[in-house]
């Protein structure tokens, strides 16, 4: 199995992105939410089989259903889970973990558990990637995502060594 670990904030749309009191999630910078979703679906159209797994924090703020249904229908369709799953947080000892570990540490904790043959993230926060494991991350800026087109470039090289 062939595993995207996905991030939305600074990667599908810039990391501008707030949660009013009322709980409606909005973009206090220009553009909208998931404005660079068709670069993520074209780029994986060549690929059928590979699977994403999201790594945003959306799905511990908010719920993986809620999420879900917000991601377009293309990339939908290839969610196979989240790295966050509900029962942590009735552990006070796994929610502490999860306050505190790094990206890098929860996506390879999934992929310990999920053993996918192969992976990689696509993120703008690359605190805690040790250098051996930087060749299993996309960074894109934070402002512009996956517009940018050092991470397209970065991306598609990634797809094509997989074949």
Do not use: N
């Amino acid at each position: 199995m062939r595993v995207i670990y996905l991030d939305f904030d600074g990667v599908l749309h810039s990391d501008e992105v707030y949660q009013d009191h009322q709980g409606r999630v909005y973009l206090r910078d220009h553009g909208q939410l998931f404005e660079h979703s068709p670069v993520l679906i074209e780029a994986l159209a060549p690929y059928p089989d590979v699977r994403i797994v999201l790594s945003t924090s959306w799905v511990r703020l908010k719920g993986y259903g809620w999420v879900l249904k917000r991601l377009p229908k293309d990339l939908r369709d290839r969610v196979i889970g989240a790295t966050w799953h509900s029962d942590f947080g009735k552990d006070s000892e796994e929610r502490f973990w999860w306050r505190y570990a790094s990206r890098y540490r929860q996506i390879l904790r999934d992929v310990e558990r999920r053993q996918p043959t192969q992976w990689f993230a696509i993120d703008d926060d690359l605190e805690g990637w040790p250098d051996d494991d930087r060749k299993h991350v996309v960074g894109c800026s934070p402002l512009v995502g996956l517009s940018g087109g050092a991470a397209q470039a970065k991306l598609k090289a990634k797809l094509e060594a997989w074949g």
